[in-house]
């Protein structure tokens, strides 16, 4: 059982940064591939980010790119979400999730945190 907690979320303006933080509990936190997904009202959930165990790849959805960036420590247990030039259409609640590898579906990923709300204003 792995438990998943995030923080870091807000309002914030459009253009703006936040990071977000999700720690695990658990010694095999190492082992595990994460990953960040989001949620807006009314929208399916989507995949923003993903890191493997051990931090060598990472990959990232489409409408994120070139402004977010993932990145883990293992020794603290914690994935980070680096959000720059934050946009109004970021607005969701951000998920982190934990796999054995990196999947952009978020049918396959083993463990959710409970989520963070981000907001961006115009």
């Known amino acids: 059982q792995v438990q998943l907690v995030e923080s870091g979320g807000g309002l914030v303006q459009a253009g703006g940064s936040l990071r977000l933080s999700c720690t695990a509990s658990?010694?095999?936190?190492?082992?595990?591939?994460m990953g960040w997904f989001r949620q807006a009202p009314g929208k399916e959930r989507e995949f923003v980010a993903g890191i493997s165990s051990n931090g060598a790849s990472t990959i990232y959805g489409d409408s994120v790119k070139g402004r977010f960036t993932i990145s883990r420590d293992n020794a603290k247990n914690t994935v980070y979400l680096q959000m720059n030039s934050l946009k109004p259409e970021d607005t969701a609640v951000y998920y982190c999730?934990?796999?054995?590898?990196?999947?952009?579906?978020?049918?396959?990923?083993?463990?959710w945190g409970q989520g963070t709300q981000v907001a961006v204003n115009s």
């Open positions: 658990g010694r095999t936190f190492r082992v595990y591939a």
């Open positions: 999730a934990v796999r054995w590898a990196i999947a952009t579906s978020s049918d396959n990923w083993d463990y």
